[in-house]
Nanobody, 124 residues
């Protein structure tokens, strides 16, 4: 099992910045892709940005040039620096990873894990 705990959300004015963090813990063998998704009220959950363990990134088109994803593999932590925030960025942001974890029998299995979400609100 892997637990993901997000932090850093809040209320900010348009044009402002926030930095989200997501720390993973548990019986981790390896964290593969880590990323961020978001869900606005009444909408589906959409990908924002991902980063592989090798550092390859992928961004949703509307956040390119404004958001930057990074990770600290030693700390099992992924970050999302969000700049030039817009009201349309308002959503609950969820951390996600596909991870290899140790089982109680000493083998390794893979799974997809999500955090509980952190609210980001951007006022006009």
């Amino acid at each position: 099992q892997v637990q993901l705990v997000e932090s850093g959300g809040g209320l900010v004015q348009a044009g402002g910045a926030l930095r989200l963090s997501c720390a993973a813990s548990g019986r981790i063998y390896n964290l593969n892709t880590m990323g961020w998704h978001r869900q606005a009220p009444g909408k589906q959950r959409d990908l924002v940005a991902t980063m592989t363990s090798g550092g390859i990134t992928n961004y949703e088109e509307s956040v390119k040039g404004r958001f930057e994803i990074s990770r600290d593999n030693d700390k099992y932590t992924v970050y999302l620096q969000m700049n030039s925030l817009k009201p349309e960025d308002t959503a609950v942001y969820y951390c996600n990873t596909d991870a290899a974890v140790w089982t109680s029998r000493g083998s390794v299995t893979t799974g997809d894990y999500w955090g509980q979400g952190t609210q980001v609100t951007v006022s006009a």
